[in-house]
């Protein structure tokens, strides 16, 4: 087994709109056995158009030899980054020349190599799921501002930050603690790859939360706030470097599910970028701390020599039925828009229950979040794939050392990491997020059930997930049979 470590900075392949808090990076594990080769790309970016991120793929293994299967785009859904058209076009064709040159150079100076890896077990210290139903009221979901308990439970009594649009619902649950305990992801993975000298060629971190809060001060007043945004790497970047003092070589992180997994991150004083990026520091210690304490505990030698493949599958998922068919319908949605705002405020002012209140709520901004979820003719989705409501998206795999990578399309839900472990229960199962480019949220019928940022934010059929898990299963089941 030869491995490989790279970082890149993307400074140069986009137009800045912001001033640099830290450089933004591309990240690169090349891995290679016999004849089996795979690079995993994990880049600081918010959203890219999964043309454009295939695009990437396909010119990266023509020009580097590397089979387009084998070859993973993940993108950490950092907001303090560049995001779709921003990453599109000549941006992307800069991107795809640096890459390229830096991946051709990486396979050069790939080594022969040994790895350890320790699975951390973080319980729910650093991360709690921010969707919860509330009683008589509905499904939400909080971005910040959560209290926590004596025990580090994340609650809050506050439907101001349960994105409600600013409706006030008087409740008796809101006279004591809502608690947000769904399931989470707790596995995080920490591997090291060293040469046969011993040294140490590089890093690879794991974990499932949201990176967002070098943008915490703009969920707060502050009258001078977009004056505030810089781009920044966020915890995991932070969590990356940490690990490169520690340990040596080239520290790189992958994420986990995020769509409804959120850091436990700070709210009172997060009023500047500088305060946001200390708590992205903070964050990084806490986790990246955790994890490297296991690892000194717990870290194992790994079977380099196990079974090591690679593959992509395809899946064909329905879009969600109040899609428009056409950009034409698109670009004519706004009295849609304003007759849901209309029937909105007329059930506010009338004074009818909030569970009736916070599903109209729920229509009004998914209509608005249409213009969001299809961006335009250029780049998102194709007018074939509205006019037949069917989205192929890719699913990559990776076997190595005894583990099963599985990157999977858009914002996945907590769901997918628990359904990909038990399904795959005799395993070690690492799934993750983001992996294609960007197809928004990934809601499962729960989420559609409940209502709330999920449900706004996914072109997904209720089924979609469903169909997903059946088709992808027996893929799966095949690629691990040796």
Same mark, same amino acid.
Request: net charge negative.
């Given at each position: 087994?030869?491995?490989?470590? *790279?970082?890149?900075?993307?400074?140069?392949?986009? +137009?800045?709109?912001?001033?640099?808090?830290?450089?933004?990076?591309? &990240?690169?594990?090349?891995?290679?056995?016999?004849?089996?080769?795979?690079?995993?790309?994990?880049?600081?970016?918010?959203?890219?158009?999964?043309?454009?991120?295939?695009?990437?793929?396909?010119?990266?293994?023509?020009?580097?030899?590397?089979?387009?299967?084998?070859?993973?785009? #993940?993108?950490?859904?950092? #907001?303090?980054?560049?995001?779709?058209? @921003?990453?599109?076009?000549?941006?992307?064709?800069?991107?795809?020349? &640096?890459?390229? +040159?830096?991946?051709?150079?990486?396979?050069?100076?790939?080594?022969?190599?040994?790895?350890?890896?320790?699975?951390?077990?973080?319980?729910?210290?650093?991360?709690?799921?921010?969707?919860?139903?509330?009683?008589?009221?509905?499904?939400?979901?909080?971005?910040? =501002?959560?209290?926590?308990?004596?025990?580090?439970?994340?609650?809050?009594?506050?439907?101001?930050?349960?994105?409600?649009?600013?409706?006030?619902?008087?409740?008796?649950?809101?006279?004591?603690?809502?608690?947000?305990?769904?399931?989470?992801? !707790?596995?995080?993975?920490?591997?090291?790859?060293?040469?046969?000298?011993?040294?140490?060629?590089?890093?690879?971190?794991?974990?499932?939360? /949201?990176? %967002? *809060?070098?943008?915490?001060?703009? @969920?707060?007043?502050?009258?001078?706030?977009? #004056?505030?945004?810089?781009?920044?790497?966020?915890?995991?970047?932070?969590?990356?470097?940490?690990?490169?003092?520690?340990? =040596?070589?080239?520290?790189?992180?992958?994420?986990?599910?995020? *769509?409804?997994?959120?850091?436990?991150?700070?709210?009172?004083?997060?009023?500047?970028?500088?305060?946001?990026?200390? %708590?992205?520091?903070?964050?990084?210690?806490?986790?990246?701390?955790?994890?490297?304490?296991?690892?000194?505990?717990?870290?194992?030698?790994?079977?380099? %020599?196990?079974?090591?493949?690679?593959?992509?599958?395809?899946?064909?998922?329905?879009?969600? +039925?109040?899609?428009?068919?056409?950009?034409?319908?698109?670009?004519?949605?706004?009295?849609?828009?304003?007759?849901?705002?209309?029937?909105?405020?007329?059930?506010?002012?009338?004074?009818?229950?909030?569970?009736?209140?916070?599903?109209?709520?729920?229509? &009004?901004?998914?209509?608005?979040?249409?213009? #969001?979820?299809?961006?335009?003719?250029?780049?998102?989705?194709?007018?074939?794939?509205?006019?037949? /409501?069917?989205?192929?998206?890719?699913?990559?795999?990776?076997?190595?050392?005894?583990?099963?990578?599985?990157?999977?399309?858009? +914002?996945?839900?907590?769901?997918?990491?628990?359904?990909?472990?038990?399904?795959?229960?005799?395993?070690?199962?690492?799934?993750?997020? !983001?992996?294609?480019?960007?197809?928004?949220?990934?809601?499962?019928?729960?989420?559609?059930?409940?209502?709330?940022?999920?449900?706004?934010?996914?072109?997904?059929?209720?089924?979609?997930?469903?169909?997903?898990?059946?088709?992808? *299963?027996?893929?799966?089941?095949?690629?691990?049979?040796?």
């Amino acid at each position: 087994m030869k491995c490989g470590f *790279a970082k890149m900075s993307t400074k140069g392949t986009f +137009e800045p709109v912001w001033p640099y808090g830290t450089d933004i990076y591309g &990240r690169f594990l090349y891995l290679e056995s016999g004849k089996e080769r795979v690079l995993i790309a994990a880049f600081d970016l918010s959203a890219s158009y999964p043309r454009e991120a295939a695009r990437w793929r396909r010119e990266v293994a023509r020009r580097t030899g590397i089979p387009e299967k084998s070859v993973w785009y #993940h993108e950490l859904q950092i #907001h303090a980054a560049p995001e779709f058209e @921003q990453m599109a076009g000549k941006a992307m064709d800069a991107l795809i020349d &640096r890459s390229v +040159e830096t991946i051709l150079e990486l396979i050069d100076r790939a080594e022969e190599c040994d790895c350890y890896v320790a699975e951390c077990d973080m319980g729910t210290e650093f991360t709690f799921n921010r969707e919860q139903y509330v009683e008589e009221l509905g499904g939400v979901t909080v971005w910040t =501002g959560m209290s926590f308990d004596e025990e580090g439970r994340p609650y809050t009594q506050n439907p101001d930050i349960m994105l409600l649009r600013g409706y006030q619902p008087k409740l008796p649950v809101f006279d004591q603690p809502i608690y947000f305990d769904n399931p989470n992801d !707790q596995m995080a993975y920490l591997f090291l790859f060293k040469n046969k000298e011993g040294k140490t060629i590089g890093t690879l971190s794991r974990f499932a939360a /949201h990176p %967002d *809060a070098a943008v915490l001060f703009e @969920q707060r007043f502050h009258p001078n706030k977009e #004056h505030e945004y810089h781009y920044d790497f966020d915890w995991p970047g932070y969590l990356s470097e940490d690990m490169e003092k520690v340990f =040596g070589g080239i520290g790189m992180y992958i994420n986990g599910p995020c *769509a409804d997994l959120s850091a436990k991150k700070s709210y009172d004083g997060m009023d500047t970028y500088e305060d946001s990026a200390a %708590d992205c520091r903070r964050l990084a210690s806490l986790i990246g701390g955790r994890m490297r304490e296991i690892f000194t505990k717990n870290a194992v030698k790994l079977d380099v %020599d196990a079974a090591f493949k690679t593959e992509s599958f395809e899946i064909t998922l329905p879009m969600k +039925e109040d899609i428009p068919y056409t950009y034409d319908e698109i670009r004519s949605i706004q009295p849609q828009i304003d007759e849901a705002q209309r029937r909105l405020d007329e059930a506010i002012a009338r004074g009818e229950a909030p569970a009736h209140i916070k599903r109209l709520i729920d229509d &009004r901004w998914r209509i608005g979040h249409i213009n #969001h979820l299809i961006r335009g003719e250029e780049y998102s989705f194709t007018e074939q794939q509205l006019a037949t /409501h069917e989205v192929t998206v890719c699913v990559t795999a990776l076997r190595f050392g005894g583990y099963l990578f599985v990157g999977v399309p858009g +914002e996945s839900l907590v769901d997918i990491t628990l359904w990909l472990r038990s399904r795959f229960s005799g395993t070690k199962t690492v799934s993750v997020d !983001q992996v294609g480019g960007y197809y928004n949220y990934m809601a499962t019928p729960r989420s559609m059930t409940l209502g709330g940022y999920t449900y706004w934010s996914s072109w997904v059929r209720r089924d979609a997930i469903p169909i997903f898990k059946a088709a992808l *299963a027996p893929k799966l089941d095949e690629f691990m049979r040796d």
